[in-house]
């Protein structure tokens, strides 16, 4: 993948049709806080109500294309040092190194979009190997096993705990 192609922007009404290629997958969304996309309806609704005013979600986008997500998640108040990561793919797409190339351009422009933030922290399920995978790619530090930490899915799981903070370098 030629990663001039490869590029960042917020998302926009008019990505609704290629959000709903890969948002409707379940094998895209298995790790993720919410179910698959399952109409254009709603999909607008997606992209108006949750991903634009979100305050730091980014479309992966291929040729200005949406193939998938970035979004750092700052908490409120003081906490608000702190922010937590997210990404997924178009399963086409997999395994070329995107992720890890958008997760590398978003950590290096996060810190100064949100100047209050000094760590950012990933969650992974234990099984999610290609996401450790990417966040150990990206510089991220293990940090520990967490026990039944949160419900997936339905399911309560452990994960593993990663994070960066804003002295840290991208590999
Ligand atoms: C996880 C995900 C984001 C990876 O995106 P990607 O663009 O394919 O990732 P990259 O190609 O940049 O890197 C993936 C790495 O994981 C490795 N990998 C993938 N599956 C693996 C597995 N089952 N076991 C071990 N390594 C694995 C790849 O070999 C690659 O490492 P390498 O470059 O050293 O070979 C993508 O699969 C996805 O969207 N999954 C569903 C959503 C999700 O899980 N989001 C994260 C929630 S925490």
């Known amino acids: 993948m030629d990663p001039s192609r490869i590029s960042l922007r ?20 298995r790790y993720l806080r919410w179910n698959s996309i399952t109409s ?7 992209i108006e109500k949750v991903a634009i005013p979100h305050p730091w979600r980014r479309s992966i986008c291929l040729d200005d294309h949406s193939i ?18 997210g990404y997924a793919l178009a399963t086409d797409y997999w395994g070329q190194g995107i992720v890890t190339a958008a997760l590398k351009m978003a ?19 234990v099984e999610n190997k290609g996401s450790q995978r990417v966040l150990e790619k990206v510089g991220f530090s293990k940090e520990g096993l ?5 419900y997936c ?19």
């Not at 254009?40 to 609704?45: M, S």
């Not at 950590?107 to 399920?125: K, N």
């Not at 967490?146 to 949160?150: E, H, P, T, V």
């Open 10 to 29: 917020p998302f926009k009404l008019s990505d609704v049709d290629d959000f709903l290629k890969w948002a409707s997958d379940d094998k895209v969304t």
């Open 68 to 85: 998938g997500y970035v979004s750092i998640f700052p908490e409120a108040g003081e906490d608000r040092c702190r922010a937590h990561v």
């Open 153 to 171: 899915k339905g399911e309560i799981r452990d994960m593993f705990a990663y994070s960066f903070l804003s002295t840290d370098k991208v590999l």
């Open 107 to 125: 950590v290096s422009r996060v810190f100064q979009d949100l100047p209050d933030l000094v760590r950012l922290e990933a969650l992974v399920e």
């Open 40 to 46: 254009r309806e709603e999909a607008l609704t997606y």
């Open 146 to 150: 967490l026990r039944k930490y949160g």
